[in-house]
């Protein structure tokens, strides 16, 4: 069978965060026993081997990655080897970065879950509102194109509505991430996501929805192919799989990745990949979204489509169409208060 290489290195470069999200289990507690950052050295070796394989896409990540003393060390490395680079962050770190960072992201997502700032510092466990509305200013005099990464839950499903308009008037994408994790985002609420699918700063792939309407992976018929499209790689220099999250095996990164698809434990992970008991219902969207494009179906149609009307908006649409400098606490907070003058016009007439 041709072996194709993975589309994306998932790197892990701290398991550290500021922030305490209400839907993650991710931070780590800094012990002492465990390894607070990537190792650089490590990173711009497995970085090298990324390439050799024709790996195109890192995407540094944790826990918050801006933590990581080294990250514009990371980034540039990677871009001069020509690696396609993505962040996410929470913000709180980005202003004080966001100068050296410049030109380093090629996709940069703020994670912004709420225009409600009390509900956003809510769900964040932490007040990193201001950082966020201070991160798009900056980052749009800087000439970067953030996108903002809205993690919807029950809790936050009626803040589509106005963060897509505040997308829409600051010229960025809102992508649409549904959360993953237990309370998986109710079926009821799918069909407000696909009502939102054409909004033009909405990026939703439909893939995901269709994945969830049919109750997320099958075991008998896996759509997941995270050991195939995904290498993860942990701060302490392993190779996770079958995937992070549900992490069951740790291989050391041997010096030349080919080794790694050679190896006996890789073979089989790749032959379980979604057929494990775990993977019964699993929709975790950061692996869904290559696996999509390593089968042809209707979920590698919707998902390219879903790529290329991103491209379009981003790189054609908003190029040419500037935005007016209004920040973006100012607009966020319009955009509220319109919205809420609305509803409660609508009680009053009920
Ligand atoms: S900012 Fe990211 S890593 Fe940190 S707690 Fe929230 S979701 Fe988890
Ligand atoms: S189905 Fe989910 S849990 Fe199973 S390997 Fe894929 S991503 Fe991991």
């Not at 649409?176 to 069909?191: D, E, Q, S, T």
């Amino acid at each position: 069978m041709k072996l194709f290489p993975p589309v994306l290195l998932h790197y892990y470069i701290t398991r550290l965060c500021n922030c305490r999200c209400t839907f993650c289990d991710i931070p780590g507690e800094g012990k002492d026993d465990e390894i607070r950052f990537a190792d650089p050295q490590q990173v711009i070796h497995n970085l090298a081997q990324a390439k050799k394989l024709h790996i195109p896409f890192v995407d540094f990540t944790g826990g918050e990655p801006l933590l990581h003393p080294q990250l514009a060390e990371l980034l540039r490395y990677a871009k001069k080897l020509g690696l396609r680079t993505s962040v996410t962050t929470n913000c709180l770190l980005y202003p004080q970065q966001a100068y050296t960072l410049k030109g380093l992201v090629d996709f940069l997502h703020f994670s912004l879950d709420a225009l409600d700032e009390s509900l956003h510092n809510h769900i964040r466990g932490n007040n990193v509102y201001s950082a966020v509305m201070h991160s798009i200013d900056l980052a749009r005099e800087l000439g970067e194109a953030p996108d903002l990464l809205y993690t919807v839950t029950n809790e936050n499903i009626a803040e589509l509505e106005p963060l897509a308009e505040f997308a829409r008037q600051m010229r960025l994408i809102l992508i649409v991430n549904p959360v993953f994790i237990k309370p998986a985002l109710a079926n009821r609420n799918l069909p407000l996501l696909e009502q939102f699918n054409r909004h033009p700063n909405v990026y939703l792939n439909r893939a995901f929805l269709r994945l969830r309407s049919r109750g997320g992976n099958s075991v008998s018929h896996p759509r997941c192919r995270a050991v195939s499209s995904t290498l993860v790689i942990s701060p302490d220099n392993h190779i996770l799989l079958p995937c992070y999250h549900f992490c069951r095996d740790k291989l050391p990164v041997p010096a030349g990745f080919a080794e790694i698809f050679t190896s006996k434990t890789w073979r089989e992970y790749r032959s379980m990949q979604g057929r494990f008991n775990f993977c019964a219902g699993c929709t975790i969207n950061c692996y869904f979204d290559p696996s999509f494009l390593y089968a042809s179906d209707c979920y590698l149609l919707e998902s390219l489509a879903a790529k290329a009307r991103y491209a379009l908006t981003k790189y054609i649409h908003h190029k040419f169409h500037y935005p007016d400098k209004s920040g973006a606490r100012l607009r966020a907070a319009e955009i509220a208060g319109i919205i809420n003058r609305r509803k409660n016009r609508l009680i009053h007439a009920d």
